[in-house]
């Protein structure tokens, strides 16, 4: 019902004393609808509970909450405070979640928002960010800076990451796309974007994109289409959180 960043905000929120206690499992499921546009990929895979001494989700559950009711110390219980699923059913493990490494994607981008196309500028665009020399893991919140100008009212995109050989083959990441509104027109601003969380591992020679779309299928009759206009982001940078 709600993506990882909402979970590790309430995470973040707890006190100090309940979070040093408290644990993150995140696994693949939930209400994911195959999506074509942009292209995306999900599965129903719990790998980080099933990696645990407990072998899978209920015993650990019971064995965490046996020490709570118990009073006993819960510090220790896992060997790091976050476990991420990725796309392909691996789990990244981390006790940071927000560490980020800078990424000059290097290309501007101009759409036509408020539009449905598959070929012309309301299209999705896949930019490159980083070609993988070896197995490279990113597990955690990433983010985006960009200066934003944008001609038109309520003006809407939609981010995300997605991961291949190319941009053809390129899927994004659980369907991930997180929107980004305006409502006034811009001559040029800062924004950052909070893009979905959640897990990548790139093999050698695999490429992770940045997909900027003014429409997402999946979101279609819930805001996805918007007041026909322009945007252009300009000094894009991915803050990804490389592990």
Known sequence: MFNLNEAVDNLDAMTDEAREGSYLIGYNGGHVLPTALPRGSASGTDPCSDATEYEGWTEMTRAFFR??????????????????ADMHGNCGWTDDVRS???????????????????????AP???????AEEETV??????????????????RLF?????????ATATV?????????????STGHDITVELGG????????????????????????????????TVALEGLTLNLPMQ
């Open 67 to 84: 020490l709570v009711a118990a009073g006993e110390s819960t510090e220790g219980f896992l060997d790091h405070r976050y476990g991420i």
């Open 100 to 122: 980020s490494t800078p990424f000059d994607v290097g290309i501007d981008v101009q759409v036509t928002s408020g539009t449905v196309s598959t070929t012309g500028p309301g």
């Open 125 to 131: 665009q896949y930019l490159p960010v980083l070609t």
């Open 138 to 155: 990113i597990t955690g919140v990433p983010t985006l800076d960009a200066t934003w100008y944008s001609a038109g009212a309520d003006q």
């Open 159 to 167: 981010f995300g990451l997605a991961k291949g050989t190319s941009q």
């Open 173 to 185: 990441m659980q369907h991930q796309m997180q929107p980004h509104l305006e409502l006034l027109p």
């Open 198 to 229: 959640g897990g990548i591992t790139l093999a050698e020679g695999e490429t992770l994109h940045l997909v900027v779309s003014p429409f997402v299928e999946l979101y279609f009759g819930h805001g996805s289409a918007r007041t026909p206009g």
